[in-house]
Every structure is written in C-alpha cells, then in structure tokens.
C-alpha cells in the first residue's frame, strides 16, 4: 500500500507491537490514542460527534468492530496468503460491522437513523483496518483482542470529548440517559459547533491539545 | 427526490454538499496528500473517475440483485432480500474495480499509470467513495441522479483537496505555534474553508 505512513502503519508507535497486555492497553488509550496521536479514522470521528450519545454508539461500534476483527485476523493469521490479506481483512471486518448495524437496525432504529451510512463506514475507518494489519497479524488472539479493546476505549474516549464539547456548546445542553447538563439561560447556543466547521475546530483543537499533554513534538511524530 | 434533476445534483455535491466539508468523509488522504497541489490534482481526478463509476455499478447491483423482489417491483436477479449485504458487496466493487483499472491503465498507458498508478490503492481505502455509493442507496436517488452525484461528490473532494494543498504550500512559511503544527492546524484551516463554504447553502439545496 501506498499509504503505509499514514493509514496502515502504527505511526510513531514502534514499542507498540512489541507491548503487550497492560502495556497495550495503555498504548491504545493513551500513548498512541488512534485519534488525537495517530490521527486515523477522523472521517467518521467529525461526522457522527454533533451529540454525546452519538459518539458514544460510534465508540462501542467500533470497540466491538476491533475487537472482533483483531480476534479473527489474529486466528486466522497464519492460513491468511500474503497476497490477499487485505481483502480477507476487509472480509472480516465487513462482516462485524454488518453484524453491529443489523443490531442496531433492529433494537435502537432511531440511532441507526442518526448515524446514517457513518456505520457502515466503520469498514473503511483506518483504525481498524491500521489494528488488523499492524498488530493482529503478528500477534496471538488474547493479545489482539485487548489491543482491539484499548483501540475502541481511546477513539471513543476521544469522540466522547469531541461530542461533550460540540453538542455543550452547539446546544447549550448535554443530554445523556435522561440526565441533562445545562449551561443556563445566559448562553446563547453557537449552531456552528453542531455545523461543520464546528467539528473540525474542536478536533484541531484537541490534537493540539494532546500534543501539549503529551508533550510531544508533532513533526518527530510523523517520521 | 426524483423530481431533482442530475445537475442540480452535481452542482449541489460540489458546494452545499460537499462531501468532504460537510460529510466529512475522505479525510485521511486529505490529510496525508494536501501537501502539493500536483498530487493532490492527481488523487482528486482518481478518486473523481472511480466514484463515478461505482457509485453507478453499485447502483445496478443493488437495485437489481440486491433488493428484494417485492421492493424493487421490476426484475431482479435474486428475489431474496440481500440487502444486509451491501457494505460487502460495495466495498468488494469498489476494490475489485479499483484493481481492474490499475490493470488496464498499466497496460494501455504507462504514462498515465505513472501519474494516477500510485494514488489507485490508496482509493480503495478511502471512505469517501464507499461513503458516496451509500449515500445514493439511502437518498433514493435514481440512476441519472446516482450518476450525478457521483462524479459531483468526486468533483467536490478534488475541489476542497486542491484548495487544501495550495494553503499547505503557503503555509510552510508561517509561523505556528508548536503543538498546533501539523494536522491540528489542518484542522483549523478545513474549519475555515468548510464555514466559507457554508456560504453556498442558500444556493441549491437537497437532502
């Protein structure tokens, strides 16, 4: 492929495929966040984050995807010919997401509506597909499957703050399972944070973030 | 939808609808090769051409095997309903005719393979196109429209990814504050780009 510093290479995450259990985990959420580090998935990360609930569907879909699809690359990994891995990849990847959009088509219509074909684009998300070929195929199931899980827990943790933000400040109010956070009648809700642009800008925002956070330096990362 | 004609389609996936600025899809390669405006012509023409024509084959393949008989109300070829299916199918379209043209363009113009050749894999990755095939599919377009929503949507991301790549090259000499360099001023400059865009809204309007 092409694109191997970008999509489908683990980035500035060398200790990551040597790293396993806790060290993992740790990786997925934080060291190597896929989102605000790596910077991968983003299509489906701006889209589906103009509402909290919104985001945090999207993050267990794709949990469920990784982990899923990190299992059975992972088992599959030595009968997988060299050659046509990525397709066997997008294979299996294709199959949990039609398996989590079918579930979602039947108990939460409403939330199937809302994110549209964004769910069906989990198959294309990098994320993934980044898991699969980066760390699956080189590692045992157990180990896949965690990685799988830190991968989901730090993109949905990244969407949830993007959601949190934009859906505060683009509506003045959080609703999550009944409960409801109000910034109260003085604020008058900015309908760009919910738009487009708003997305963008808080995703900027939170990388930048990040790297100060991290206190890491943006152009050593992407070597 | 079906009174919209094709070009008011078009001319709406270009501006309102922009499928990168307001649909967000197509971001990774936005991102890694808005560099120069070269690749970036390059990739956006690729990526142009192929979504055109699966947006079109996975049009006929749904309507016409996919769906079910009692749906689609003319022939199909499976009567079963297989619509379940169709991320698979598309994204298994979408590949196998991104192969298909690499082959040919190899065969038949090597010049053209050295200018487009190497931006082909990266297509078959990219959500925009499967993102735009879904979309025709969940808007009920008819085929005309599938069509012009096709080569629009593509249209539209060479548009944003050209514009984005001659920012970019301004951009080397600027001074940015350290942790926002990088993707993160990107961002901000799509942020910019998607509001003036928003300009557009009043001019066509669809879903």
Known sequence: ?223 | MSETSAIVILIAAVFTNNILLSNFLGMCSFIACSSQVGTALGLGTAVTFVMTMTTMINYIIYHYVLISKEAAGHFVLVAADLTHLQFIVFIAVIAAFVQLVEMIVERFSPKLYFALGIFLPLITVNCAILGASLFAIIRNYTFVQTVGFGFGAGLGWLVAIVLMAGLQQKMQYSDIPKPFKGVSVAMIITCVMAMAFMGFAGMVTIQ
Not at chain 1, 203 to 217: P, R, T, Y
């Open chain 1, 1 to 223: 492929m092409a694109n191997k510093n970008t999509c489908m290479t683990c980035g500035g995450s060398q200790g990551l495929c040597g790293g396993k259990g806790i060290a993992t985990l740790k990786d997925g959420i934080w060291t190597s966040n896929p989102l605000a580090i790596q910077v991968l998935g983003i299509c489906s990360a701006l889209a589906v984050t103009n509402k909290l609930s919104n985001s945090l569907v999207m993050g267990v879909a794709l949990m469920f995807v990784c982990v899923g699809s990190n299992l059975f690359v992972s088992l599959l990994r030595n009968h997988i010919p060299h050659r046509i891995r990525m397709i066997a990849e997008v294979a299996i990847i294709a199959t949990f997401v039609i398996l989590f959009d079918q579930f979602l088509k039947a108990y939460y219509w409403e939330m199937s509506k809302q994110l549209g074909p964004y769910v069906g684009l989990i198959i294309t998300n990098c994320i993934v597909m980044g898991r699969a070929e980066a760390f699956a195929l080189q590692n045992a199931p157990l180990v896949s499957m965690v990685d799988g899980l830190a991968n989901g827990i730090g993109y949905g943790v990244a969407l949830a703050i993007i959601g949190f933000v934009r859906e505060l400040f683009g509506s003045g109010q959080v609703v999550l399972f009944g409960m409801t956070i109000d910034l109260g009648s003085w604020y008058t809700p900015n309908q760009l944070m919910i738009l487009a642009p708003g997305a963008f800008f808080v995703f900027g925002v939170l990388i930048a973030a990040f790297n100060v956070l991290k206190g890491s330096d943006p152009e050593e990362d992407k070597k």
